[in-house]
């Protein structure tokens, strides 16, 4: 009986060792594609979560090109399972929300039944998943649940508040659905600004990917003079003949850097054109530049958080989350909103040389990835 004891004593101890190697052990990733900001988030804590865990391998579920997370997650294991696993809000313009759109979309995808669905569930138990992370694709939690898993929410808002907004009876109806689905959570994370607080929830700071290399790495290998300040214009859906046609242009002793429909860094005098994907890493060139222009959104606010830089924002004033975003810039970041046609407006340069000259904060502030992957690991 003593010698049975001691077996076990060291075979739990083995096991023990085992889990803190990581081994034979991985998450499942569901993430939303509305928008790459939720595949950023969601990049920032597969990262963090594999620096504290040696041998930790990631399944990621989602329609967002694989390539995003190759860039943003090097030396990272991971498998990518191309799947629709979330509606969010269909756009009719990057700053218009089709609600008509969504509600269609909605009753074509069943988060909770379904062959595509059946065939997920059984992929996940196959493997060796212990733990599944929605951001905030509901169809994660609802696998979680069947297969009997934790199942963790991160979110800064979820579907159904938004839906609320729009005061439109079906789609508040398909709202209350997923309501029930992200009140299911094990482990409800959420990342600042949070739009709506939860009573179970737990409060992260702003999550964001972590750059590379430094300021002076950056603007040497794309060629700007040290002298220039640097401008990133960061809008989705740029080419170079909208902007040559506008005739905007950057201050004075100011370099502008657009990713865009390129397949090489292209430098035209004091524009410098980069691919959206597979070019300089966006976070690197964040924290590279002096200004930031971009879309209000939640990624590209945490990182230009992170990095404290200006911030010129393009706002989308019908959708929901952007009030509390512009209310958490206004108060941290150096920023002003653009007016809507500023490439042709002439008081964007304004706007631009008085941010440019703003002061910039100071002292370190916390990534919220770093306390998020605790949470997550420690149901591990």
């Given at each position: 009986?003593?010698?049975d ?6 075979l ?19 993430i939303?594609?509305h928008g ?8 920032a ?6 620096s504290?865990?040696?041998g930790?391998?990631h399944h990621?579920?989602t329609?967002?090109p694989?390539?995003f997370?190759?860039?943003?997650l090097p030396?990272?294991s ?14 009719a ?15 074509r995808?069943p ?5 595509e ?5 059984d ?7 212990r733990?599944v ?18 199942g963790?929410?991160?979110e800064?808002f ?10 439109d009876?079906r ?9 029930e689905?992200?009140?299911?959570a094990?482990?409800?994370i959420?990342?600042a600004p949070v739009?709506?607080s939860a ?5 992260v700071?702003?999550?964001?990917r972590v750059?590379?290399r430094?300021r002076t ?12 300040r640097?401008?990133l ?10 902007v ?16 865009g429909a ?12 980069i691919p959206?994907?597979?070019?300089p890493y966006h976070?690197?060139?964040v924290?590279?530049s002096?200004?930031v222009i971009a ?13 404290k830089?200006a911030?010129?924002?393009?706002s989308?004033?019908?959708?929901p989350?952007?009030p509390?975003l ?9 920023s ?5 046609d ?7 340069t ?10 910039r904060?100071?002292?370190a502030?916390?990534?919220?990835a ?8 420690s149901?591990?």
């Open positions: 009986m003593g010698v004891y001691v077996v076990m004593g060291a739990k101890k083995s096991l023990q060792k085992q889990q803190i190697a990581g081994e034979k052990c991985a998450l499942a990733w569901f939303s594609p790459f900001g939720h595949a950023a988030r969601a990049s804590l597969v990262a963090a979560c594999s504290r865990r040696r930790l391998h990621i579920f329609t967002v694989r390539g997370f190759s860039d943003s030396g990272v991971f498998d990518y399972h191309r799947l629709e696993c979330d509606v969010g809000m269909v756009q313009t990057a700053f218009v929300e089709d609600v008509d759109g969504t509600i269609r979309a909605l009753e995808l988060v909770d039944h379904g062959p669905f059946e065939r997920v569930v992929h996940i138990a196959a493997t060796d998943c733990l992370v929605s951001d905030i694709a509901p169809q994660g939690l609802v696998v979680a649940n069947r297969l009997a898993l934790p963790v929410l991160v800064n979820t579907w159904d508040w938004i839906y609320r907004a729009y005061r009876p789609l508040n109806g398909l709202g209350g659905r997923l309501a689905i992200f009140g299911s094990t482990l409800r959420q990342a739009c709506e009573e179970n929830g737990r409060t700071a702003p999550v964001s750059p590379r430094s790495e950056v603007r040497e290998s794309l060629g700007i003079p040290a002298e220039h640097v401008v214009l960061s809008v989705g859906g740029l080419h170079a003949s909208d040559e046609r506008c005739g905007f242009r950057p201050p004075t002793a100011t370099t502008l850097v657009v990713p390129v397949d090489r860094v292209q430098a035209n005098g004091t524009v410098i054109w959206t994907m597979g070019g976070p690197d060139l924290a590279a002096d200004l879309k209000l959104g939640y990624s590209t606010v945490a990182e230009v958080y992170q990095a830089t911030f010129a924002y393009l989308r004033p019908r959708f989350e952007s509390v512009e209310a958490f810039v206004r108060q941290h970041i150096p002003e909103v653009l007016p809507k500023w490439l042709r407006d002439p008081s964007a304004e706007i631009i040389e008085d941010l440019l000259d703003a002061p904060p100071t002292g502030r916390p990534n919220g770093d306390e998020a992957a605790k949470l997550i690991l149901f591990l």
